[in-house]
């Protein structure tokens, strides 16, 4: 999960709630509990959606596979069943994270506060040194979940959660490129980019992003995440990776030919309510009501399953899933064609699945982890109350596939 605000290295869910009872982002202090209706599991079974074809000849004919990702644990949401099957071949595979995903205020509050006072009202937000406390946390998360893959331990680059989306940006306009990159603080109002600065600029991000494509094998299949995707760094690390891709001229040199790239979508571009089974929703600026308010913690103590029945719902390994049908996620792509990746049981159906134990790693992105180590056990699970992270154990990993020609 990140920092998912729309800006935030907030993988996965939306719950800028926290923020907003601490007063940072809206001001809100203390809801009236007791008009809150208690949030609960839909009664109707959803529906699975018909079989997709694999193409996983097609993604694994390449030489290696170069994963570039936003945050940590996009590696795993997106790409691990690709990871394996190159694993598997024999094939290199490397693994760059660009942040820390130490910007997702929310789950940095959780971690902070919970075991220390149950009143969400008098939760602290995390200042700059919190969330580098919580940057070390979730890098050592994305570590132990490649142990369990078998895959390369990965190259943190260490940017700011936040700053790939305003590197982009800067990159588009043409303006404030060599600006340096600021760090978040959820205690500064304005939070996103608002911490300190750092000695890297959009310039430095978009350099680096450059070598590290030209010194890969042409046969190298590049993942990312895709420019339509509905988190500010996931679209803006996709579009760089575009922009980069485009410098690069094919002249006979192998360094300067275009790499193909699979761009996987991790947060839809458009919202819908919590409850629907897809992967990718609810998208990072929405804010659902279903689960995280200060007047729901009585349903909680309640119904002390009612967080793990609620985080059950979109849990369905068996399913495969085609692309969220709320952007033009191909069309936008020239040369481009939706390709599904089918995953083995043995990575993603029953209890020691694979791919289930390494999302399971990422303790702090699902409200599994307390600075205090006290989590009040009806409250487990809190943060990903929608089950986000469980919902990608699916049949397939689906990607758009842009062919370098």
């Known amino acids: 999960m990140k920092s998912k605000t729309g800006n935030p290295g907030f993988v996965l869910i939306p719950i800028i709630v926290i923020a907003c009872l ?10 009236a509990p007791k008009t809150l209706p208690c949030p609960g599991v839909p009664a109707v079974t959803p529906l699975p959606p018909a079989p997709r074809p694999c193409g996983n000849e097609t993604l694994t004919s390449y030489d290696e596979l170069l994963l570039i990702v936003p945050h940590p644990d996009d590696e795993v949401l997106g790409f691990a069943g690709l990871m394996s099957e190159f694993i598997r071949l024999g094939k290199p595979v490397s693994i760059v994270v660009v942040t820390d995903g130490d910007g997702y205020c929310d789950a940095c509050a959780f971690w902070k506060n919970i075991g220390v006072t149950r009143a969400m009202a008098d939760w602290s937000p995390c200042s700059e040194a919190d969330l580098a406390e919580f940057a070390a946390i979730r890098r050592a998360e994305s570590a132990r979940a490649q ?5 390369p331990q990965p190259d943190f680059w260490n940017y700011p959660d936040t700053g790939i989306g305003t590197a982009w940006e800067a990159i588009r306009e043409g303006k404030d490129a060599d600006v340096p990159l600021r760090r978040s603080d959820c205690s500064l109002e304005g939070i996103f980019g608002k911490g300190s600065a750092i000695p890297a600029t959009a310039n430095t991000l978009y350099a680096r992003l450059g070598a590290m ?18 988190h500010n760094d996931h679209r803006g690390l996709g579009s760089l990776i575009r922009r980069v891709n485009a410098d690069l001229v094919a002249d006979g040199d192998p360094a300067t030919a275009p790499r193909s790239v699979a761009f996987a979508v991790i947060h839809a571009n458009s919202y819908r309510d919590g409850r629907h089974p897809d992967c990718w929703y609810p998208y990072p600026d929405a804010v659902d009501p279903q689960c995280f308010d200060q007047g729901k913690l009585d349903c909680y103590e309640a119904d002390r399953a009612l967080l793990e029945k609620m985080r059950a719902f979109r849990y369905l390994p068996a399913w495969p899933w085609p692309l ?20 083995p049981p043995a990575l993603v159906q029953g209890e020691a699945a694979v791919k289930l134990l390494a999302v399971r ?3 702090s992105q699902q409200g599994l982890l307390a600075r205090s ?3 009040p056990p009806e409250l487990k699970g809190l943060v990903d109350c929608l089950g ?3 919902s990608f154990i699916r049949a397939n990993e689906v990607f758009v596939l842009e062919v370098s020609e």
């Open 373 to 375: 180590g006290e989590i």
């Open 213 to 230: 494509i030209a010194q890969s094998s042409s046969r190298t299949l590049v993942g990312t995440t895709h420019p339509l995707d509905g």
């Open 22 to 31: 601490a007063a940072v982002h809206c001001g809100v202090s203390g809801r």
């Open 388 to 390: 986000y992270q469980l």
């Open 147 to 151: 142990k369990i893959l078998g895959g």
């Open 361 to 363: 790693e990422f303790v």
């Open 324 to 343: 969220p049908d709320d952007a033009p996620y191909v069309a936008s792509i020239p040369h481009s064609t939706e390709v599904s990746f089918c995953l």
